[in-house]
């Protein structure tokens, strides 16, 4: 059952290792792998957390604000880049132990996509997070994107 503590495990600062691919919607196109470094802050008294990663590698920042709805117990995860300023449709779902899906609509390269995070192997000093993306609305998907966060040693 999904809590307002699920994301208590993010808080902090972080190294993350990012692969993505170089086509999103091209399930056989190359990887790249870039490093980031990201730090993660709660609100709400946990219900809420804002996170900013730093991608020297892209030229870009990104920014997500995660909100709790105590009334569904569902998550909401809103992102948004430098690039642009604006904020992308957001993901719904929710944690099953220490496993979080989340599912939202959008739209890549002029396509409607259907968009997946997943949070896995969480722990306080590591963490993975992989993104997906269905063009025939959920039957199959395609990861395009995945960060192995570790945590900072203390300084």
Known sequence: MSSPHDFD?????????????T???????????FPATAWCRP??????????I??????????????????????SLNWSSSRSGRLFPPVLGRF???RGEFYGDDTHDGKDVRVRYVWADVSPVSAH????????????WSANWTMDFSRLPAS
Not at 43 to 52: P, S
């Open 129 to 140: 997070w992989e993104q997906a993306f269905s063009v025939d609305d959920g039957q199959t």
């Open 54 to 75: 730093d991608m020297p590698h892209l030229g870009a920042k990104g920014l997500t604000l995660r909100l709790f709805d105590a009334e569904t117990k569902e998550w």
């Open 23 to 33: 086509g999103f919607l091209d399930p056989d196109s190359g990887w790249e792998e």
């Open 9 to 21: 495990f993010l808080h902090g600062e972080w190294q993350v290792v990012n692969r993505r691919r």
């Open 43 to 52: 609100l709400f008294d946990g219900a809420a957390n804002v996170d900013e």
């Open 96 to 98: 099953d132990g220490d």
